[in-house]
């Protein structure tokens, strides 16, 4: 476990990034894209956590960053996750950073840029003009979290 109290925010977000790539290769089902999304409180403490389940559901909006940002609000029974920072292996499309913006999220921390759909610098920028602002952090272990798509897709060519 990362001791979150001693770290500073660069090492903080790695670290955690890290964890949430050994976490996705353990949970994310085989038929899935393995892409994971962690939603964390003020304190850092995490509130929410999910892998992409659209396969699996059947289920068009199943990306993990939706599924991680339903969970959250109902844990704090609250729509709003201002002051909340969430982690994501892959830059999010545009999908997720719409509902990015409208959770209120105040960071999103994201691994690998995604250059066909990534909506945050990749093919848009979503989150350029947010109100309130919405703190971009990314690029946090990018080779390791484009190493987990390149294992999948060289394995499940589609």
């Known amino acids: 476990m990362v001791d979150l109290k001693a770290m500073q925010p660069a090492s903080l977000y790695k670290d955690l990034m890290n964890e949430l790539i050994a976490w996705t290769r353990q949970n994310c089902p085989l038929t899935e ?5 962690l939603v964390l409180d003020e304190n850092n403490q995490e509130i929410a956590r999910a892998t992409n389940r659209r396969v ?12 991680a940002l339903m969970d959250a609000g109902k844990k704090i029974d609250n729509w709003r996750l201002d002051r909340c920072t969430m982690l994501v292996t892959i830059e999010p499309c545009a999908m997720c950073a719409g509902a ?3 959770s209120r999220i105040s960071k999103l921390v ?3 840029f995604e250059p066909k759909t990534g909506a945050i610098f990749s093919t848009a920028e979503f989150l350029r003009d947010a109100k309130p602002p919405i703190e971009v952090v990314s690029g946090v272990s990018a080779d390791e979290c484009a190493g987990l798509l390149a294992d999948w897709f060289s394995k499940n060519h589609r």
């Open 100 to 102: 990015i913006l409208q």
């Open 110 to 112: 994201f691994g690998a």
């Open 33 to 37: 894209v393995p892409i994971s999304a």
């Open 56 to 67: 699996e559901t059947n289920n068009p909006v199943g990306h993990a960053e939706i599924l």
